[in-house]
Every structure is written in C-alpha cells, then in structure tokens.
C-alpha cells in the first residue's frame, strides 16, 4: 500500500537540525540533568483565573459541539481586540477560531494556495513553516533574511521570486530571531505584495511580546486587508500552549470558505475552551503583561551578559522569547557548537541551521527557564564560546 506524496512530504528525511532537542530529550528521560533552552513553553502555566472560568464553563455544560466558527463572544472579543490595536475595522464575521496558530497558518495556505502553487515564507523560519506549506501540496520557497539587517527582509530578495508566487507567510515579532520587523520593512513588503498580487499571512502571535519597537500588523497598511490573513493564537500571550487556541483574522468571504473547511477538518474548539479565552482577552493587558515580563527580564540578563564578552554576536531582542545568537567566532557551525555545548555542560540550545541557511553559525537560546538557571546557563554558554575561540 502507498501513502500520498502529500503526508509523506511534509517534512524531508534525513538531518533536519533537530537531533540536538531530541539528544537532549532522551538524556533527560535517562536522567541526566540537562539545561533546555530549547522550545517556546513557558515556565509558567496557564493562570488560575483562566482556568477557573474554563472550569466553570464545563461544569455549567458547555461540552457539546461549539459552534465551528467559533462562538460569538468570542469572535467579536478577538475582532475588538484587533480593531482596537491596528484601527482595521474589524468584526466577528471576521475571524474563525481555530485550535490554535498552527491549524490557522494551515487552514490560511489551504485558503490561497492551490496544488503546486509556490508559497513563500522568509529564512530564518518557524520549523513548521515549509512542512505546512507541503502539508497542503503547495510548494515552499525561502526567502532568506540576513543577520546583517536584523534578520528584516528586504523588499529586493522578496521580489526575485514575487512572480511565481502566490503568497508570502512572514512572522513578526520574530521566533526565532527576536527581530520585529520596521515599518520599512513592512511598507516593503505590503508594496511586493500588491505588486505581484500576492495573498500575505502574517503570523502574529507574538505581538504581545515586544521589546523594542512598535508591532505593526501589515493588514493596517493601506490597500492590505484585503489580501492579508492575520494568523493570532492564545499560546504564547496567555500561556495557553496546550488549550490550542487561536484565530485567522481576514476577509469576511475567505472567512465564509475556512468555515466550510473547518465543517471538514475540526469542526471547531471546544466551548468551555473559547469561553476561557474570552474571559482571559476581556481581562485585559494584567494578565498578558503577568505572562509576558519574565521574557522582559530575560531578555535584559542577556544582553547584560552578551554586553560584557565579544566572542558571542547577539542579535536584538525586539520581542518574542528567544536570542539568536551568532557563534561564528567559534569557528562551530551552530550545529556543532550546539552538540558540543550539550555534551560538555549539559545544556540544549537549538541550532540556528534547524531553522533555515539564513541562521546558520548562530544558535538560538529560548530564555523559559527560571532567572538564575537562565544566567548561569547563558553564562557558562558564554565561557563556553570563549573558551573555543581562544
Ligand atoms: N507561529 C510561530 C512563529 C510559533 O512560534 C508558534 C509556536 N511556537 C506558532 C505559530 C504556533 O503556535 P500555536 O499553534 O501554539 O498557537
């Protein structure tokens, strides 16, 4: 018996970057202490009230099939937070909810792409980005960002292969360089888009993680509502990762077929979950910035911590949760100083290459560990690199 092409496409054979999480991994489980400044999983876990109103949803019965856009409250609590954020009028026929920001990027390329069609997405890159685009039979393309501008694409690269394309998927803030992308850069982008007509999927659930800057959604940008799908997610701005909860934001007709498409694929979310997430977006910023400062605090650790050695190029930490950092003066590729730095100190980074050529010679450090660990394991991380270049 044969498999479809489709399902046993979606992510290459053979070395993908991932061997050091997975080394790491089974370390731990032959209890090894190991430091994991791998993956995007909070140290904190969902807060109390969240869970209380999720608790008491149930418990009044909303445990039946919710309604597969998403419920009304809901849908209208995440458009008033959108039109209030961006000044995009924004309403519930607006938005579908979906289990999460993962479901949303695939629901979002089914939407635009047709079979063979090019999909682009930008270099560094969320791992899952160029397996999604397959999972739909489209085919990825990568548009490489470089250190040297941030880790911003440029308009120019976008371009070159704009013509054969018809979307682009770009992230900011950033996972995993922590870049948030300038108006600039966006203006950029939104004019390519327009350009070559192509859709844009801007995946933002980070945007309640910023540090420096201004998160601008391209859907504001004039003449781009109409061709951008905003992809948000309840996971990383409320500690949520496991509830899978999030939303595409975009025109109320593409909204009508991704309805369609949920009717056949997950017949939307669960109810007492969608009522959790609505009592959490109507408490406001409290609970967001709650979730969001120890990132804040992390990020000045490193950059103190990178401000007194020069062997380790850190990029800026605009937002999000990570810090890529450029290794290259070791003379490791990321890969080898990542398996090198898990070996002798017992500490899991990811390897900049795992998330695209862009990133390579860099690692990126994902600051979800508690304060002091942090330190002490981006200190010895540091002492570390020193010690090879010398
Ligand atoms: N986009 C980016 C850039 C991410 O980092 C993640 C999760 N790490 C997602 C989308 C998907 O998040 P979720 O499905 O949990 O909403």
Redesign the pocket.
């Known amino acids: 018996m044969i498999l479809s092409h489709r399902i046993t496409h979606i992510t290459p054979s053979g070395s993908d970057g991932w061997e050091v999480f997975y080394r790491a991994r089974t370390m731990k489980k032959a209890g090894q202490p190991v430091i994991e400044l791998t993956i995007?999983e909070h140290d904190i876990r969902t807060h109390q009230s969240i869970l209380d109103a999720m608790h008491a949803s149930a418990k009044g019965g909303h445990t039946g099939y919710a309604a597969v856009p998403g419920t009304q409250a809901l849908r209208q609590a995440v458009a008033t937070r959108i039109q209030i954020r961006t000044g995009v009028t924004t309403t519930a026929d607006n938005i579908m909810i979906t289990p999460?920001?993962?479901a949303a990027?695939f629901a979002a390329h089914t939407a635009v792409c047709d079979e063979g069609d090019t999909a682009l997405y930008i270099d560094p890159y969320?791992a899952t980005y160029p397996g999604t685009i397959r999972g739909i039979g489209a085919n990825p393309k990568a548009i490489p960002a470089y250190p040297d501008h941030g880790f911003q694409p440029l308009a120019s690269d976008i371009s070159k292969h704009a013509k054969d394309a018809v979307s682009l998927m770009i992230?900011t803030p950033n996972?995993p360089t922590g870049a948030v992308y300038s108006r600039a850069t966006l203006q950029g982008i939104a004019d390519t888009c327009i350009e070559h007509d192509l859709w844009l999927i801007s995946?933002e659930?980070?945007e309640s993680q910023l540090w420096d800057g201004t998160h601008i959604s391209p859907r504001a940008l004039p003449n781009m509502a109409k061709r951008t799908l905003v992809i948000g997610?309840m996971?990383k701005s409320h500690a949520m990762?496991g509830s899978r909860i999030?939303w595409i934001c975009a025109p109320i007709d593409i909204i009508e077929h991704l309805i369609n498409l949920a009717t056949h694929t997950t017949y939307g979310v669960a109810g007492y979950i969608q009522d959790a997430a609505e009592f959490a977006l109507n408490q406001g910023a409290k609970l967001e910035d709650e979730v969001s400062a120890p990132f804040a605090r992390r990020r000045i650790i490193t950059e103190t911590l990178l401000a007194k050695q020069n062997i380790v190029k850190g990029s800026p930490i605009q937002g999000a949760m990570y810090a890529m950092l450029d290794i290259s003066a070791t003379g490791l590729t990321g890969e080898g100083f990542a398996n090198q730095l898990l070996d002798t100190h017992s500490i899991a980074t990811m390897p900049g290459e795992s998330f695209g050529a862009a990133a390579a010679g860099h690692i990126r450090v994902a600051m979800t560990i508690d304060d002091d660990t942090y330190t002490y394991a981006l200190q010895t991380l540091l002492d570390f690199a020193a010690t090879i270049a010398a």
């Open positions: 995007g999460g920001g993962q990027l969320y992230n996972n995946d659930v980070y997610s996971s990762t999030g």
